[in-house]
């Protein structure tokens, strides 16, 4: 289980320091499916980014199945089973996607799992195995790659940061296919930051992240209605 107490973040900057998470606590169950979102600039980013230690908080603790979590390395993060799909991928100049998938699967991964791992984020298997994960793959493609990495380790915590952006509407299909099986096989704690309603209407629960603090959080049955009211008084205010 996830759970994090009182978590506090601030970056410094020329005009002093600026809170960007505001003693915020939550707990997630295993195998839970959630969705994290709200303004652009509220926080999301930088909650995930502290729950897989590329940031370190200025408060607060991270707990993961019980373990305090928040002095540990990613590196250290990742042997406990925690992922992280960035917003942008990293690129490797030199290694396929077939080593890429090897190595994050931390086993002798045949070149017909990694097909199939690719399959499985909508990219045409054949035509990326023996790709090089340099600057000739498009945005969208490194992201898929990125996903399928993340599913071939295995973890039992997996953040993906904005899945949607940069991919098309037949992979974005594809993706939120993914997405569901791995709910409904509950092979993982997932948790997804996104705006996408598509990936929102999978959730079990959506958390609502604003100003740093969490600001709701409930079923997708609960939430989607008070989303929409805020998405359309949101509308009017810029309107008038």
Known sequence: ??????????????SGDKEIIRDLSLE???KSFVVITGPNGGGKTTLAKLIMGIEKPTGGKILWNGEDVTELSVTERARRGISYGFQQPPRFKGMTVYDLLRIASGRDMTRIECCDYLTRVGLCARDYVDRDMDDSLSGGEAK???IATILARKGDLMIFDEPEAGIDLWSFSKLTETFGTIREGREATLVIISHQERLIALAD???LIDGGRMTARGTTEEMFPKLLGQTVTSCERMEG
């Not at 759970?3 to 970056?11: C, G, R, T, V």
């Open 205 to 207: 629960e959506i958390i």
């Open 1 to 14: 289980m996830l759970k994090i107490e009182n978590l506090s973040f601030a970056a410094s900057g020329e």
């Open 28 to 30: 997630l169950k295993d």
């Open 144 to 146: 898929r790659i990125e």
